[in-house]
């Protein structure tokens, strides 16, 4: 019924920037509050950013300052503009949106398909 569909992942070197997109789509009613997660190999996955439906944001310590998590509300989209970039930032990075949905007003948790993020020289 919902998809979350991301892009904007690759490789890139220490320094350089990404910025990753999150399309929702589907039998929407309404958006609450969207994310990005991230999860590193052998490492559990862990918050980047959320951002509610009214712009208030939340990051991790490990981002701030360098990461900046902003959304279209129009176009049920999500973005992650990430600068300063280090090898720690590698891992697989998901989307996620806590969304209403039109069918019987259910309300749950939904989360892209993840897309890598490599910063290497």
């Known amino acids: 019924q919902v998809q979350l569909v991301e892009s904007g992942g690759g490789l890139v070197q220490p320094g350089g920037s990404l910025r990753l997109s999150c399309a929702a789509s589907?039998?929407?009613?309404?958006?609450?509050?969207m994310g990005w997660y991230r999860q590193a190999p052998e490492k559990q996955r862990e918050l980047v950013a959320t951002?509610?439906?009214?712009?208030?944001?939340n990051y991790a310590d490990s981002v701030k300052g360098r990461f900046t998590i902003s959304r279209d509300n129009a176009k049920n989209t999500v973005y992650l503009q990430m600068n300063s970039l280090k090898p720690e930032d590698t891992a697989v990075y998901y989307c996620?949106?806590?969304?209403?949905?039109?069918?019987?007003?259910?309300?749950?948790?939904?989360w892209g398909q993840g897309t890598q993020v490599t910063v290497s020289s």
């Open positions: 951002i509610t439906s009214d712009g208030s944001t």
């Open positions: 996620n949106a806590d969304i209403l949905l039109r069918v019987l007003s259910r309300r749950r948790d939904y």
């Open positions: 589907g039998s929407i009613s309404r958006i609450y509050a």
